[in-house]
């Protein structure tokens, strides 16, 4: 029997939940930054004749970008790190999901391949790390110049 490659459910449910699951806190990060945002801009650029479109798209947009590099991140971060909800969804036999973190856990526990699951787990953390070290560098620069 000739084996499918290629996108399948089980990856659309976990994609589903994950969004389910994360939506609430990137709304409570955008939230508290368009809360930040003061009345007072909104009435100024409304006064100088901004649409909200224009509002949005040229002054409160570009103020929350700090918090867009951060969910990014973050979130990035979190789906590299997926294992549980992977596990609790679809199971240790369910490979076809393809996610590192399985894939980890059964080199390592099943396969009983600690050095592989080991140095999978090491090419796990890099790839969080080149999410996150340019972050904390240029965020490290902001702060200096100030």
Do not use: C
Not at 97 to 119: I, V, W
């Amino acid at each position: 029997m000739e084996e499918i490659h290629g996108f399948n459910l089980a990856a659309l449910g976990i994609i589903m939940a994950t969004i389910w699951q994360y939506s609430g806190y990137t709304m409570a990060l955008y939230l508290a930054g368009f809360t930040g945002i003061s009345q007072d801009m909104r009435d100024a650029a409304m006064l100088d004749g901004a649409s909200s479109i224009r509002y949005y798209r040229h002054i409160a947009l570009p103020m929350v970008k700090p918090i867009t590099i951060s969910a990014v991140i973050i979130l990035s971060h979190i789906s590299l790190k997926m294992f549980d909800l992977i596990f609790a969804m679809t199971g240790p036999d369910n490979a076809e999901t393809g996610h590192p973190a399985l894939t980890m856990y059964l080199t390592t526990f099943r396969a009983n391949e600690f050095a592989r699951g080991a140095a999978i787990a090491i090419v796990l953390f890099l790839i969080a790390a080149t999410f996150i070290i340019p972050y904390l560098i240029n965020n490290y620069r902001q702060k200096g110049s100030r």
